[in-house]
């Protein structure tokens, strides 16, 4: 998928996270601030970076604030960021089919 426009999804409350994607200039460029980036920043960069890789983005700019959230919630997050940033989200898409 190609990210045309900004947009976010998520919240900064307690055991969520903020994700943000912008259109990227041929790879992924990956920002993270996280109130657990010592004991888990490795593993939500993977999950990240995974999760656009299986929905087909090779270029964007993604920052994300953390603020504990579980892997399921890292994913649906940027999941929904890029459906939104390529208007996709609109399209009746069976939310959750996308990733495995």
């Known amino acids: 998928m190609e990210i045309l426009k900004p947009a976010m999804a998520g919240t900064l409350e307690s055991s969520d996270a903020q994700v943000t994607v912008e259109p ?3 790879k ?10 010592n004991q ?14 299986r929905l087909g983005v090779t270029s964007a700019n993604v920052t994300m ?3 504990g959230a579980l892997d ?5 997050r ?6 939104r940033s390529c208007g996709k989200s609109e ?4 939310w959750g089919g996308m990733i495995k």
């Open 91 to 94: 399209a009746g898409i069976p």
């Open 40 to 53: 888990y920043g490795r593993q939500i960069r993977q999950t990240v970076l995974e999760t656009l890789d």
């Open 72 to 76: 399921c919630t890292i994913k649906a």
């Open 24 to 26: 990227g200039n041929g």
């Open 78 to 83: 940027v999941e929904c960021a890029v459906m």
């Open 28 to 37: 992924i460029e990956f920002s993270l601030e996280s109130s657990v980036m």
């Open 65 to 67: 604030v953390d603020k």
